[in-house]
Antibody, heavy 119, light 107 residues
Framework: QVQLQESGPGLVKPSQTLSLTCTVSSGSIISSDYYWSWIRQHPGLGLEWIGYIYYSGSTYYSPSLKSRVTISVDTSKNQFSLKLSSVTAADTAVYYC???????????WGQGTTVTVSS | DIQMTQSPSSLSASVGDRVTITCRASQGISNSLAWYQQKPGKAPKLLLYAASRLESGVPSRFSGSGSGTDYTLTISSLQPEDFATYYCQHYYSTPLTFGGGTKVEIK
């Protein structure tokens, strides 16, 4: 059973760059069936999709965050990463890495990691 | 972007009740719809995909229906472990978007 695990700092200062990594275990990130995504959830609120990366490196970002987001993949480490630049308090959220199985939905989720933006 | 409107935003129900949650897309999404259950402090869990297909391991009391722009999640007989927040989400096109959620509480 594939598992995803987020890692990275839980506290980021305003204007800095948020950096998270997702490690994929018990399965390969190299698959034509999946898109590797990041989703966030603001405290007490709903879910916001940030973007995805394919194992080949092709990406798609949500238009609302596109100017600040970079998602990358390291197939040798079976990991993919999120960078969000110029963060503000509005970026405080739980960040999830998620596997998107095309035509099936978001079928595997990491446990989530809380990132707080504060000085 | 396709907007997903979920209703109600919350409901109170008793164990054994039949519960229905609706989701409306701002344009047709050809059954490219998934439903998720989220419990406090936990990641969402996929319940159904393709509007009506049950994810492996999900109890059969959960069902989905709909077409075009309108979709429904039904819990046929609410169980204590079903009290949670439910989200719909389309994957018809990018960006993927979610409904606002429906919190199912104990009456």
């Amino acid at each position: 059973q594939v598992q995803l695990q987020e890692s990275g700092p839980g506290l980021v200062k305003p204007s800095q760059t948020l950096s998270l990594t997702c490690t994929v275990s018990s399965g390969s990130i190299i698959s034509s069936d999946y898109y590797w995504s990041w989703i966030r959830q603001h405290p007490g609120l709903g879910l916001e999709w940030i973007g995805y990366i394919y194992y080949s490196g092709s990406t798609y970002y949500s238009p609302s965050l596109k100017s600040r987001v970079t998602i990358s993949v390291d197939t040798s480490k079976n990991q993919f990463s999120l960078k969000l630049s110029s963060v503000t308090a509005a970026d405080t959220a739980v960040y999830y890495c998620v596997r998107w199985r095309r035509y099936y939905g978001l079928d595997v989720w990491g446990q989530g990691t809380t990132v707080t933006v504060s000085s | 972007d396709i907007q997903m409107t979920q209703s109600p935003s919350s409901l109170s129900a008793s164990v054994g009740d039949r519960v229905t949650i609706t989701c409306r897309a701002s344009q047709g999404i050809s059954n490219s719809l998934a439903w998720y259950q989220q419990k406090p402090g936990k990641a969402p869990k996929l319940l159904l995909y393709a509007a009506s297909r049950l994810e492996s391991g999900v109890p059969s009391r959960f069902s989905g229906s709909g077409s075009g722009t309108d979709y429904t999640l039904t819990i046929s007989s609410l169980q204590p472990e079903d009290f949670a927040t439910y989200y719909c989400q389309h994957y018809y096109s990018t960006p993927l978007t979610f409904g606002g959620g429906t919190k199912v509480e104990i009456k």
